[in-house]
């Protein structure tokens, strides 16, 4: 498995690209574990949980 950069800020999942395009924030890291797919974040209570207002892939941790 490539190893996808988390934001560090909202935990987005970058597949491509340096910068997140949630919150354009450049603090990434590769040190994630778990994810979550969010398709409907106002609906979802993961989402919810993570406070997530936009759809796409999250790391569920991120380490230090
Ligand atoms: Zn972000």
């Known amino acids: ?3 996808s950069k988390a934001c560090k800020k909202c935990k987005h999942i970058i597949e ?3 910068v997140c395009p949630v919150c354009q924030n450049t603090d ?3 040190n994630w574990k778990g994810f ?3 398709i409907d ?3 979802s209570e993961i989402a919810k949980k993570l406070e997530i207002t ?3 892939k ?3 941790r991120l380490s230090k």
């Open 54 to 56: 936009v759809a796409g």
């Open 1 to 3: 498995m490539a190893v």
């Open 16 to 18: 491509k690209g340096t």
């Open 58 to 60: 999250y790391a569920l």
């Open 28 to 30: 990434l890291t590769t």
């Open 36 to 38: 979550a797919i969010i």
């Open 41 to 43: 974040p106002e609906n």
